[in-house]
């Protein structure tokens, strides 16, 4: 066990000790014994002492009339502070009934004259004393509680923060060794590590060590991970908070949350503290008139800048984590609050198979599973994503009482995560699978003939998701895209149209809505960001003047780009007629085709000079010359 470790654990051990006497203090038993006599008291003041050593009868008031008109009452006592009339009949028993108020005058009248003793005690105003107390009891009591808790928690509303996150914690488990993909990441963290472990270095030399990290990145790129790495591999007490931990409706909750967490960590003397989602507090001040939700965000803020700035003396790092650097505080990104900002990207192709291993550790996997193919193919995903979909690949393979991961279950488990599960009792029509089945040949040949276009890694006509069928293109990491590349990336989303129109001699259906809508996002890109239009290279983005201006223009030349793509897609398919056939009949036989299948089909039929000239009717006479 490492110095810092010990000194941790040690100081873990100090901090937990208060709030285990916190529980035994003895003042809270007291204080709870004085309030349940002041209740006590207050009742006994309001309502006074039993009153009546007999047991008496509840009555109705119309029965007690006519007893006191038939005589049989012996005594009474009639009691207008309380409204209640008390009868002690000559038969010796005693009845009560409560009667309307002003009603006493004429009860007692009725009772004298039908010879009764009676008693009765008038209306009078209360002592003013017992007045005050009864008016200000109740505030009282609720103040005396809120102090109660305040006391016991650390403040008002602050319950759930004193006793959640932001008490030190052990030193995390977590170490570099277990995050892969973000080797950079790394490596600018490790000299977080070298700060905490050995200051002397820079300071001897003058420097000025970092107060803050900001770690950016888009959901599931390991920020959390990292932050706790870094605790891990310096051996200090870890602070996880959220920024949503210091928003509440009270009035300067929030702030004295921040002070809160600042002085647990600098009684620890090396500590990391790490705000995630800090775009909840951190979000740029208005200019304008603010509310009182607002105005308590930017006391929040404050609060954070103002801790912040005072630490000097203490060897603590802050580390944030963000998706939205954008809205975040001029004032806060300056140097010397977060003096560094980590970028945080979704990994590429090599990142991806590094993750994809160090989950794959703890997972039996068959030796068939092709982890390289699988980071080719799940461009985009984070590591979360990756975690997920290894996770539903054992869920799968357990489904299907394997005993151990299969391709199969790794195939199931990416179309779930990434369009949903596969509907096979779902009823179709042939004609229903014949259109498909040319339909996503169409996009498979397409891509298979364009040269800067991914091959396809799989293509299959069993409905998923919302999908009729799917055609899993290769993903490419690439950095950068040439208008050619981009032009035939267009020619792919719309080969399944073309591939429509092959089988209906010109018709087509609705199954392409989808690839139209990509086709359109892509082609508006090209045009209104990217320069590569013909109306030039100005950026036009959505609401600002010239956009309004020129949509017209933008939408005609969109439409123009989307029918230079399909024609393209008619006549590749049509160039190769027999080849889009062979691959859609090949669907209808097997469903699903692999990459190294469809490689197979390609090949064959292209090296075979009899396939090569073969008319296979896909096309009809009237269909070409349409075309």
Known sequence: MGFWEEQAKKHASQSDQPDQNRGKNPSYPKLAVVLITAVALFLFVTYGP??????????????????????????????????LLTLHLKNGTVEQTPFPYTYGTTLTKDLLASGAKVSASAAQGQNILISLLQLS???????????????????????????GKDSAVKVPSTRFTDIAGSPEVVRELEEVVEFLHNPTRFTAAGARLPHGFLLVGPPGTGKTLLAQAVAGEAGVPFFALAGSDFVEAYVGVGAARVRTVFEKAKKAGRAIIFIDEIDAIGRSRSSGPTNAGQQEHENTLIALLSEMQGFSNHQIIILAATNRPDVLDRALTRPGRFDRTIEVPAPDRKA???????????????????????????????????????????????????????????????????????????????????????????????????????????????????AGGVTWMGGRDDNYSTKSQLLQELVVMLGGRAGEMCLLNGDFTQGAASDLKAATDQCTNMI??????????????????????????????????IAEAFDRA?????????????????????????????????ERWLNDPVSKTADTGILSTQEAARN
């Open 528 to 561: 209104t960001r990217f320069g590569m239009g013909k109306s030039g290279m100005a950026v036009l983005e959505a609401g600002s003047h010239p956009f309004e201006t020129m949509s017209k223009e933008v939408k005609a030349e969109v439409n123009e780009m």
């Open 570 to 602: 008619k006549s590749l398919l049509r160039q190769h007629s027999g080849l889009h056939g062979e691959v859609a009949t090949a669907l209808l036989e097997r469903e699903e085709l692999s990459e190294q299948e469809l490689c197979a089909i390609a």
């Open 137 to 163: 009891f109740p505030v009282i009591l609720i103040i005396a509680f809120l102090l109660y808790f305040m006391r016991k928690h650390g403040g008002l509303g602050v319950t759930r923060f004193s006793s």
């Open 352 to 466: 991806r198979l590094d993750i994809l291993r160090l989950h794959a550790r703890g997972l039996r996997m068959d030796d068939a599973v092709n982890l390289e193919s699988l980071a080719r193919r799940t461009v985009g995903m984070t590591g979360a994503d990756l975690s997920q979909l290894l996770n539903e690949a054992a869920l799968e393979s357990a489904r299907r009482q394997e005993s151990a991961i299969s391709p199969g279950a790794v195939e199931a488990a990416y179309r779930v995560t990434t369009i949903g599960r596969e509907r096979r009792s779902a009823a179709l029509s042939e004609k229903d699978q014949r259109i498909t089945a040319y339909h996503e040949a169409g996009h498979a040949v397409a891509a298979l003939l364009l040269p800067d276009v991914e091959n396809p890694v799989s293509v299959s006509i069993i409905p998923t998701g919302r």
């Open 50 to 83: 039993l009153r009546g050593s007999s047991p008496a009868t509840s009555v109705t008031l119309s029965s007690a009339t006519q007893a006191i008109a038939a005589h049989h009452v012996a005594s009474a006592v009639v009691d207008d502070q309380s409204q």
